[in-house]
């Protein structure tokens, strides 16, 4: 009976998967390396930086959105806090810093606090918001000090004719980048690093 049982089970878990898919829509959200350029950052002598963590604070963490014509909610494909760190890492090895995995000269923690996908219905088009928002606490590898506290916005808005899930990505690839440049070009960050002991200095 129980083995008569068991593909009737399975069947049915194959189904609720479907349709737990069929709730969401995931978007491929990330930082691409080709899109980041060296700025301010890359004016400190190179450090090496330690990304301790990620974490996600956002008042809801199961969704960046949802989409207004069927209420699907709207997903990364993977953990926000992925996106951000993997977009942490490149803009910190394109200014010119080498990122490690212990012993840094400078310790990076990040709390994602916003991100978000708006999209409004119109007459004839819709335009997509989309928001990343997050804190970045910068500690002296050696002395364990805190350098500095920032928050970074990035915004990108775009109004298209026929809304699709590939403009929706492209908004917050695009919001994520202008969050990083926001970093990369902030002066009070790079002071931050300067003010990081260097590797040559005795631990």
């Known amino acids: 009976m129980r083995a008569a049982a068991l593909p009737a089970l399975l069947s049915l878990a194959t189904l609720l998967g479907v349709?737990?898919?069929?709730?969401?829509?995931g978007l491929d959200v990330r930082y691409p390396e080709a899109a980041a350029n060296r700025a301010m950052l890359a004016s400190v002598g190179s450090r090496r930086v330690e990304i301790r963590s990620v974490t996600d604070r956002r008042i809801d963490t199961a969704r960046i959105g949802s989409k207004p014509d069927n209420?699907?909610?709207?997903v990364t494909s993977r953990p926000v806090t992925d996106v951000v760190r993997e977009a942490l890492l490149v803009e910190i090895g394109k200014n010119g810093h080498a990122v490690v995995i212990e012993r840094g000269d400078v310790v990076l923690a990040a709390d994602v606090e916003e991100f978000w996908l708006d999209t409004v219905t119109g007459y004839g088009t819709t335009q997509y918001v989309g928001k990343v928002v997050f804190a970045l606490t910068v500690?002296?590898?050696?002395?364990?000090?805190?350098?500095?506290?920032r928050r970074y916005i990035?915004?990108?808005r775009r109004q298209v004719?026929?809304?699709a899930d590939d403009v929706a990505r492209e908004v917050m690839d695009a919001a994520l980048a202008r969050s990083m440049r926001d970093l990369a070009t902030d002066r009070a960050l790079v002071?931050?690093?300067?003010?990081a002991t260097t590797a040559a200095a005795p631990r």
């Open 139 to 149: 500690i002296d590898g050696r002395s364990g000090d805190s350098l500095a506290t």
């Open 154 to 156: 990035g915004i990108k």
């Open 191 to 195: 002071a931050a690093f300067a003010r």
């Open 19 to 25: 349709v737990g898919c069929a709730r969401t829509v």
């Open 161 to 163: 004719d026929k809304p």
């Open 71 to 74: 209420g699907k909610n709207v």
